[in-house]
């Protein structure tokens, strides 16, 4: 077998062409195939005479285009001729086009390829993009509303029996949301504290206020920072989990397998997720808290030279017990946002596994910016407030 | 020197202290239905995936065309890969793709051909399964189960193998589908010369279009003609021959 494409000799006469095929007439050297009849010159010629006495393989891609350049051959007026029997295959491939084979197909009729319809004029298209999106759009906002609604339902069917409340699935989640994620919180909370304290003690030091780096600290990560990174940080693990467990279930038709046992997948698989985060976020959060005030303490101590006698005494003054609790009672805000949109994009994962990559990247994006908003929100309110 | 199509000597896979295989031989030839059968965990699955090269077995030999897979690197294996076609038990056609962008799939990755062309000739395999031509549009999720089984034999021909393998073609279809879909194969296998190795539970399907059977027992593989490994004395074998459906079955096969 040689490496060269001697896949076809031609020789021409008088009136014709004599074709004579050989080699390994295959799909993987289907380029060799192609380009060596694309240099056939049909022209001037009245008959064409194919030849496969010595070819040593000819398989369903080989003998399509052999087809295809017969095919061609006739409409330009060439008459075809084989030199003994055309092969098989040529006669299958001319079949299946044709729909007679194979005899149990499925098909009806063979159905002409027809190209996806489009619209012609680029100001219709723009229209339609327009108006499909309008629809979809429309349409998401409808099932978000059902969604949330089925969501409280089963919330507060859940609440009147404990039972519902699928207490071990809870403790699981708890586990893999909160208790895992401890390290990565609190590493996040010690470098935040550290750079705040370090960035806002090279401002302060040109007023000689350098002792107000406590306040900023102190009152920064326990009203903001501490829950706000943290729900961040939950939102890429926790949110993106969420979508991705759920998602690859619908895929598997496990949710559909709950609803025929009768199960309520929102009970079994959405709420247990949600009251978990609820738990598991606001705990994680005092912990952030709690690294956070001594990362900014180590720092204090060790690069501002403060005794940590009175880095306690200026965090007395600066926060009280307010300024704890207006960061932590974000939290449960925070964790039943990120849970949702987690759950909710999981469960509207369909079909493909595209669409559950797609899905889990929106939940999380959503996830982040629900919390920031919501932030946004408390600081209003707050302000208002006067707290 | 004429190989065997598929050549495997003894086969010796391990996981851990439970041992699937001790010295599995098995050869089949060229233009065979070969049917490969067992109970439940005897390493039917094990024996494909080591016959891919999806898993390297502990010892043993296996050729494919009278070359050594286990011995090839990765990307010798590739060329390999492109010699036969497999579909899988629950289809494995890729979820984001159309039916005519996975049977595209395997031309994309191992020829250089014409988008035109590739389109055309993707257009033919689907059709030689049988499937209607709008079937190509469509997305995996949106077909029928015997629908499913004939695009993922369309991709498995995608590069006109002359070897095919099939995990359990007719599980989970209707025994007309299933007759059909055994008729099929039968008529691709007699147009395009194929050779067939297919792991099945399927009674009907093993008498209507196998040479060969081979039965995993023991850990080892009994190889005979359909006739003979009827008759053949183990007990599993017995069992799952002499049960009641394969009795009708050998009354009107006449062995």
């Known amino acids: ?387 | 020197m004429i190989y065997p199509v598929l050549e495997v000597i003894g086969l010796v896979n391990r996981f851990g202290a439970q041992l699937v295989h001790d010295g599995l031989n098995m050869e089949v030839r060229a233009d065979e239905v070969f049917g490969i059968v067992g109970g439940s965990g005897t390493g039917k699955s094990v024996l494909l995936r080591s016959i891919l090269g999806l898993q390297r077995p502990q010892a043993g030999i296996i050729r494919i065309d009278g070359r050594d897979i286990t011995k090839m690197s990765a990307s010798q294996l590739f060329g390999v890969k492109a010699r036969y076609g497999v579909t899988f038990q629950q289809g494995a056609l890729y979820s984001a793709l159309t039916v005519l962008e996975n049977v595209e799939l395997p031309m994309i990755e191992h020829v250089v051909i014409e988008a035109a062309a590739r389109r055309e000739l993707a257009m033919l395999k689907i059709r030689l399964a049988g499937l209607p031509a709008d079937a190509a549009e469509k997305y995996p999720s949106q077909l029928s189960g015997g629908m499913i089984k004939r695009a993922a034999l369309a991709r498995a021909l995608a590069l006109d193998p002359k070897l095919l393998f099939l995990d359990e073609p007719t599980s989970g279809l209707d025994p007309i589908s299933a007759a059909e879909f055994d008729e099929l194969i039968l008529y691709l296998q007699k147009q395009l010369r194929l050779t067939v190795i297919m792991i099945t539970h399927d009674l009907d399907t093993i008498f209507r279009t196998c040479n060969r059977v081979g039965v995993i027992v023991d850990r080892h593989m009994e190889v005979d003609t359909l006739e003979g490994i009827v008759n053949n004395p183990h007990p599993w074998i017995q069992a799952y021959f002499h049960g009641e459906r394969a009795r009708e079955r050998l009354g009107t096969h006449g062995t």
């Open chain 1, 1 to 387: 077998m040689s490496a060269l494409p001697n896949i076809l000799e031609v020789r021409r006469s008088t009136d014709g062409l004599e074709l004579e095929l050989t080699g390994e007439w295959r799909a993987l050297r289907f380029p060799d195939i192609d380009g060596a009849l694309a240099t056939v010159d049909l022209a001037g010629a009245r008959r064409m005479k194919i030849s496969t006495a010595r070819l040593q393989a000819l398989d369903l891609s080989g003998a399509w285009r052999l087809h295809e350049f017969i095919k061609q051959a006739r409409a330009a007026g060439v008459e075809v001729a084989f030199e003994g029997a055309p092969p098989d295959q040529l006669r299958l491939v001319d079949q299946t086009l044709k729909g007679e084979s194979p005899p149990c197909s499925q098909q009806t009729r063979p159905i002409p390829l027809s190209p996806i319809e489009e619209l012609e004029a680029p100001a219709l298209r723009s229209l339609e993009f327009l108006g499909r999106h309008a629809v979809l759009y429309g349409r998401d906002l409808v099932r978000d509303l059902a969604f949330l609604g089925r969501m409280s339902v089963t919330a507060a069917r859940g609440l009147t029996r404990t039972k519902r409340l699928r207490p071990t699935s809870i403790a699981r989640h708890v586990y893999d949301t909160g208790i895992t994620a401890i390290p990565i919180v609190s590493l996040i909370a010690f470098l935040i504290s550290v750079i705040i304290a370090y960035m806002s003690a090279q401002q302060l030091r040109n007023f000689g206020a350098v002792v107000f780096v406590v306040d900023l600290v102190t009152i920064g990560v326990l009203r903001e920072l501490g829950v706000l990174l943290t729900s961040i940080i939950v939102a890429g693990r926790s949110g993106s989990a969420f979508a991705a467990e759920i998602g690859s279930m619908k895929l598997n038709e496990e949710v559909d397998a709950l609803y025929a046992t009768g199960v309520d997948p929102f009970e079994a698989l959405v709420l247990p997720r949600i009251l978990g985060l609820v738990i598991a976020l606001p705990l994680l959060t005092i912990i952030a808290d709690i690294i956070g005030l001594a990362g900014g303490a180590l720092l204090c101590r060790f690069l501002l030279d403060m005794p940590l006698t009175q880095y306690i005494t200026r965090a007395q003054g600066a926060i009280t017990a307010t300024t704890f609790w207006v960061g932590v009672m974000k939290a449960p805000v925070f964790a039943t946002l990120i849970a949702m949109a987690g759950c909710y994009r999981g469960m509207q994962v369909r079909d493909s596994s595209r669409e559950l990559g797609r899905l889990t990247t929106l939940a999380v994006v959503q996830a982040i910016f629900l919390v920031i908003f919501a932030d946004a929100l408390f600081a209003v309110l707050f302000l208002e407030l006067r707290i």
